[in-house]
């Protein structure tokens, strides 16, 4: 894809019209009756050392899509390379091996940490899996990556539900550091955190990224807060991206319709532009994606909607400015 | 030839071809398997009473004389059966002296004497004891042992038939010095004892589980060297008729299987396997339907509620006319009942007393024809007009009967055949089932009990015990109605009254020569008969299958069915 | 842990006298009458002189207390008595819970009637919990596969029809037509050598196959409930996200966690073991517990059923701890203190 990262890097992933459908069953014996197109024909690059935001309103398709990436979920189509390496396709073995390079931070840190395993065997698991450590060492890096992030190391042999939720997802980043990874998709990693935490949980993050170089899929619905860590952002609405810019242009200038009300609705800080600015309201509720709209799936909401949009999808253009955006009037 | 000596001949005709069958030796024919699909609980039939307790512990204690599968009466430990031509009854008919065989032993080794005997009496009779064979000894006053082989009981008035107490399997004779300590209120902590008594009979308990499986090994000092033929037996309980009879009729796991009262289909074509045979003999069971002769309306009081009043005041508005009684027996199809419920194990009969054959009028055989017409005619003759329903009706009062009985599936459809044939003369009639531990339970608070009679007409079965029908016939006698007074214990269910029929209970009472006593028997049947006291249906028989391995099995249903077990052998 | 243990032991003694109280005051006010089985012929006043040799002329709380002694103190005596050889206090007279049917003491009964009972009903559980663990587990990771539809389907058949219908359905197979399987089962056999353990075998294998259905279609469905749960956690994108091997996934991190819930269901189902099978135990004559229990009914043996429901209350409230314990062990999250 021809579009360059700010920060001019190599390009790590590279997602190209990737598609995730999940079956729909009903009935007596459970027959499969339709299909929830959840993530359909999505494509983006993220270069090694950036943070991609990925945005849109919940149910789009954003998990979807990060888990699909790192191939937790099976994509139906599309290709999902990491480091050069389509993995859309990789065997299981092959995969296995890939998996230290790519981790996941997850929104609910009490949901993704094992109920039953200690906070240390958490961490220390895909050690022993890819047999990187053992022993003493592996028990030094444990307390080590709990240092990292700001646990005590001591609290090891304690089990998640002992700590509180900022603290479970600092377990969840060590886990997620452990095998030294280089690409980390962060889905909602602040979401279920107290608002006094999520800056601490945030920072960390950055922090992080600063010292191992990593590289970020940052998924949140959450505009201020991916404004604020992302170096580009996407945003989704109902399966596809309907624009991808630099975090400047986009914040400054949406050119989506989409992307201009959902910013629309962020409250600003300065009460005199607030109270001055325009707010677009959407209406209706947003589409099934087991049935979504023909043409441009934001039509039925799209207060510049006009018939050409019922019929002719738009295309995914660049603009002259460098971003890309998928509607037919945006200039 | 008198009836008695007749006994007696066949008696010793039976022992002679018994003797002459054995001669293989004891043991020969490996093991046994005999289930009865209800389990027995215990080994002492004095604390049980059940049918299936009696029956197992037939195996192996023995009373002094048995019923053969005649309903002749055969010495089994007694020498002879003792009469007043042999001396052995005193002539005023007060005392019997027994003699026993010399030489028997128990299964322990010991010597088997007259003090067993009275020990037995007096165990049954003891008070606080329960004994549920007690009415065996009713009317013994004392019991001596004359000498080791000599048995005299004494009875407190003339007892014309004496041969109640420790004749049939109902009264066998246990070890005295087993029991010794075991008397009274001590009887039920005697668990081991009760489940594993010492016997003469042919064989001894080797292990009992109660209410599930009984091991028995042949008795090394039974009596006859060349019996039992069978070395083990397994008894084993649990289960259902149905099951039962497939254990022996179709898979053939079993030998010998008791009480198969399942429908007569089923049963023949189970048979139809070809390995076991069904045997059924006849006694005295007959299903009957009987008639209140007492109001029951519930607008009664309880004290009042089908309970008799010497005035008549309380008498049945509808069933007091014996015309209205003898169209409801008009009505009935008899031979159609039985071949749906019974099949070979039934037949329609006409007497309350169906035997032995001495005792069996044939004075009322005209009730196996169903007579639509002339019951519709009685029931005009005797005021009740057809209402514009069909149902009759007299003096603003329709005729409409509550019928009850037991929960039974057989007895269901009987009830609505009866109450179809019953509505085409003009009867409603309401069914009424309740579940058969509460309807035979005695439990005097109850309503629904058989005794209580809260009903019109009630349909069960009885019968009695042993051969002679004396006591059976008092049934009927005024003073065996129930009522509050005797906390609704007594045996004349119908609450018929009728001095006639006492006169004739009495003189059976005092009379000992056999022909005269099967006359007054008789009559006292035809009475009940032709006053339509109570409607005979069918006269019911034990049913048992074998396997056609197994021989030497004579069905007898005067006594235990395993009464000759000592004979049974493998066929060859 | 054992505190919590203990306070909820503590709890159960005032909650199981309760329990014996309305269990005994249940029984004895409803109607029954332990001579109404015996024949006609036994004349009234006999039965009445049986009754009152049954002691049902005491009034109904002299009768509770005496039982409540018998049950509760010289029954446990005399057991301790039988285990140690010990002679404590006056054991010749102390007076045990008579059966009325049997006059036997009821505990004697249920100590001959467990040994088949274990075996059957106990031996056809841990068949039901192997075969439904892994069609549970199956079942789910396989989510509406031909295997899991086939699954569903047997198990459905497994709740619907009654043990009654494919008991008799297998002896009619398997005894009548097949003659391979005794449809009686031998409760005074024993193994002592290789044919006689086939025997056995053989006589197990009707009675445990049509309970081992009828459980594991229960608990299949739990099993596969559970582990449907747990599968759409995040823990196991985690646990993938580790590279961890599905194996590994599916066994260590998945059925672990979904286990919890089942073990506690197998749990607070152990005392059904005990309970017996009164359908099954009828219909292959494996005359346990569950057979005791309903011919006690049905001859209106009042002690022995007062005592048979109680023991079934005691272990219910017993097996209902342990379940709770389990489930604290299993499951850190969960602290009892
Ligand atoms: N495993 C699944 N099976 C079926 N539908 C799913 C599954 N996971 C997600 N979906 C559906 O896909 C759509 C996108 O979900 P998701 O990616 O979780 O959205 P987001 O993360 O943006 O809130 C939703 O409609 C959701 O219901
Ligand atoms: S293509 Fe049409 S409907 Fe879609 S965003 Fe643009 S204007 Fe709106
Ligand atoms: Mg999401």
Redo the contacts with the bound molecule.
């Keep these: 894809m021809a579009f360059d990262s700010p920060k001019a890097g190599e390009t790590l992933v590279r997602v190209a019209d990737l598609k995730v459908h999940?079956p729909?069953h009903a009935g007596l014996i459970r027959r499969q009756v339709g299909t929830?197109r959840?993530?359909d024909g999505v494509s983006f690059d993220v270069a090694r050392g950036e943070t991609l935001g990925l945005v849109?309103?919940?149910?789009?398709?954003?998990?979807?899509?990060g888990r699909a990436v790192l191939r937790l979920?099976d994509a139906t189509a599309g290709r999902i390379e990491m480091a050069g390496t389509d993995i859309a396709s990789l065997g299981s073995e092959a995969l296995r091996r890939m998996r230290p390079r790519m981790q996941m931070i997850f929104q609910d840190p009490h949901a993704s940490l094992n109920p039953r395993m200690t906070v240390g065997s958490i961490v220390a698991e895909p050690l022993s899996e890819h047999g990187t450590l053992r022993g003493s060492a592996r028990q030094r890096r444990v307390e080590e990556l709990l240092d990292a992030v700001g646990l005590n190391p001591s609290f090891a042999n304690r089990y998640p539900h002992e700590f509180s939720g900022g603290q479970r997802q600092r377990i969840g980043i060590a886990r997620a550091l452990a095998l030294d990874p280089d690409f980390i998709v962060c889905?909602e990693p602040i979401a279920a955190l107290d608002v006094s935490i999520q800056a601490q949980v945030v920072n960390l993050l950055e922090e992080l990224q600063e010292r191992l170089g990593l590289t970020y899929l940052f998924?949140s619905h959450d505009l201020s807060m991916v404004r604020h860590i992302a170096d580009r952002v996407a945003v989704?609405y109902l399966?596809k991206i309907v624009e991808l810019a630099d975090r400047e242009a986009l914040y400054g200038a949406p050119k989506h319709p989409y992307t201009q009300a959902l910013l629309s609705a962020v409250p600003i800080p300065n009460p005199k532009v607030e109270a001055t600015r325009r707010h677009i309201i959407l209406k209706g509720d947003v589409p099934s994606?087991a049935n979504p709209p023909s043409g441009c799936r934001f039509r039925t909401r799209c207060p510049i909607a006009e018939a050409r949009c019922a019929a002719e999808e738009p295309a995914w253009r660049k603009l002259d400015d460098g971003r890309h955006v998928a509607c037919h009037f945006a200039t | 030839m008198t009836p008695l000596r007749r006994l007696l001949v066949a008696s010793v005709a039976c022992a002679a071809m018994t003797a002459t069958a054995a001669q293989a030796q004891r043991g020969a024919d490996g093991q046994l398997n005999i289930i009865y699909w209800q389990a027995p609980s215990t080994m002492n039939p004095f604390l049980s009473g059940g049918t299936k307790e009696v029956e197992a512990s037939s195996m192996v204690i023995e009373p002094l004389a048995s019923y053969d599968n005649d309903g002749n009466i055969v010495p089994r430990l007694a020498v002879e059966l003792p009469t007043v031509e042999n001396g052995g009854v005193s002539a005023d008919l007060t005392s019997i002296t027994w003699k026993l065989k010399p030489g028997v032993k128990w299964s322990d080794g010991s010597d088997f004497t007259a003090e067993d005997a009275v020990f037995t009496w007096k165990y049954c009779t003891a008070p606080d004891g329960g004994c549920a064979q007690s009415s065996y000894f009713e009317g013994v006053a004392n019991m001596e042992a004359v000498d080791p082989l000599t048995l005299k009981i004494t009875f407190a008035e003339p007892k014309p038939f004496p041969y109640t107490a420790l004749v049939g399997a109902e009264s066998p004779i246990i070890q005295k010095k087993q029991f010794e300590n075991c008397m009274g209120a001590k009887a039920p902590e005697c668990t081991q004892q009760n489940f594993n008594p010492i016997g003469t009979g042919p064989f001894v308990v080797k292990e009992f589980r109660a209410n599930d499986v009984i091991t028995l090994e042949a008795n090394p000092n039974y009596r006859e060297a060349d019996k039992p033929r069978f070395q083990t037996v397994l008894f084993k309980g649990g289960g259902d008729a149905a099951s039962a009879a497939r254990s022996v009729l179709e898979t053939g796991e079993f030998d010998y299987a008791w009480n198969l009262q399942i429908e007569p289909e089923v049963l023949e074509r189970m048979e139809g396997a070809g390995k076991g045979k069904l045997v059924s003999a006849f006694a005295t069971s007959v299903e009957r339907i009987l008639i209140n002769f007492t109001n029951p309306d519930p607008a009664l009081g309880p004290d009042a509620r089908s309970v008799y009043k010497d005035d008549g005041s309380n008498a049945h508005p509808i069933l007091n006319d014996i015309r209205v009684r003898k169209a409801l027996s008009l009505a009935i199809d008899r031979p159609l009942l039985n071949d749906l419920g019974y099949g070979k194990t039934g037949r329609p009969v006409c007497n309350v007393l169906p035997g032995p054959d001495i005792y069996a009028s044939t004075a009322n055989d005209a009730c196996l024809v169903q007579d639509i017409e002339a019951a519709k005619a009685l029931l005009d003759e005797a005021g009740w007009a057809p209402g514009s329903d069909g149902v009759r009706v007299k003096d603003g009062r329709r005729l409409s009967l509550l019928y009850q009985t037991s929960t039974n599936s057989v007895r269901q459809s009987f009830q609505s055949l009866i109450k179809q044939w019953w509505a085409e003369i003009g009867v409603e009639t309401e069914l009424r089932n309740i579940s058969a531990s509460v309807f035979f339970g005695g439990d005097p608070a109850s309503p629904d009990t058989f005794q209580k009679f809260y009903a019109d007409v009630e349909m069960y079965t009885n019968n009695f015990s042993g051969v002679d029908p004396e006591a059976y016939m008092a049934d009927w006698r005024c003073d065996a109605i129930p009522g509050p007074a005797t906390q609704w214990q007594g045996s004349n269910i119908n609450r018929y009254c009728n001095p006639d029929y006492d006169a004739l209970s009495k003189k059976m009472a005092s009379t000992a020569a056999l022909a005269d006593r099967a006359e007054l028997a008789k009559a006292m049947n035809d009475m009940l008969m032709q006053d339509y006291v109570l409607l005979p249906l069918i006269h019911r028989s034990g049913t048992s299958a074998h396997s056609v391995t197994l021989a030497g099995v004579k069905m007898n249903d005067w006594d235990s069915e395993l009464w000759n077990i000592a004979d049974w052998h493998r066929a060859k | 842990m054992a505190r919590y243990a203990l306070r909820r032991l503590l709890i159960a003694i005032p909650t199981l006298l309760a329990i014996s109280f309305i269990i005994f005051a249940l029984l004895d006010l409803a109607p029954s009458d332990p001579t109404a089985n015996l024949p006609l012929t036994i004349p009234p006043e006999v039965r009445e002189k049986i009754r009152l040799s049954l002691g049902l002329g005491e009034p109904f709380v002299v009768r509770y207390f005496k039982w409540l002694e018998q049950f509760m103190i010289n029954e446990p005596l005399n057991v301790l008595e039988q285990w140690t050889g010990w002679t404590i206090g006056d054991s010749e007279n102390r007076l045990r819970v008579l059966s009325w049917a049997t006059r036997s003491p009821v505990t004697d009964l249920i100590v001959e009637r467990l040994p088949q009972t274990l075996w059957v009903v106990g031996m056809s559980y841990v068949i039901a919990v192997l075969i439904a663990v892994p069609i549970g587990v199956i079942s789910a990771y396989r989510q509406y596969s031909l295997f899991d539809q086939i699954g569903t389907f047997i198990s459905m058949l497994g709740f619907s029809i009654p043990t009654f219908f494919t008991g008799l359905l297998l002896i009619v197979i398997f005894s009548v037509w097949l003659g391979w399987l005794p449809s009686i089962y031998d409760t005074t056999h024993v193994v002592r050598d290789w044919d006689s353990f086939v025997f056995q075998v053989k006589q197990m294998l009707m009675p445990t196959m049509v309970l081992a259905l009828a459980n594991a279609s229960q608990i299949s469905r739990f099993m596969r409930a559970s582990m449907l749960d747990n599968l759409?956690q995040d823990y196991v994108r985690t646990a993938r996200a580790k590279g961890l091997r599905e194996r590994v996934v599916v066994l260590v991190h998945v059925l672990r966690n979904s286990l919890i819930p089942v073990v506690t269901v197998i749990a607070l189902g152990v005392p059904t073991i005990f309970g017996g099978a009164i359908i099954t135990e009828q219909i292959f004559r494996v005359n346990g517990i569950g057979q005791l229990l309903i011919i006690g009914i049905e001859g209106a043996d009042i002690p022995l059923v007062q005592t048979l429901t109680f023991i079934f209350a005691i272990l219910i409230v017993v097996f209902n701890l342990i379940a709770d314990l389990i489930y604290g062990m299993l499951d850190p999250r969960i602290r009892y203190d």
């Excluded at chain 1, 849109?56 to 899509?65: A, D, I, L």
């Design positions: 999940f729909i929830v959840a993530v849109g309103e919940s149910g789009c398709g954003k998990s979807t899509t979920v889905d998924i989704m399966g994606p | 759409n």
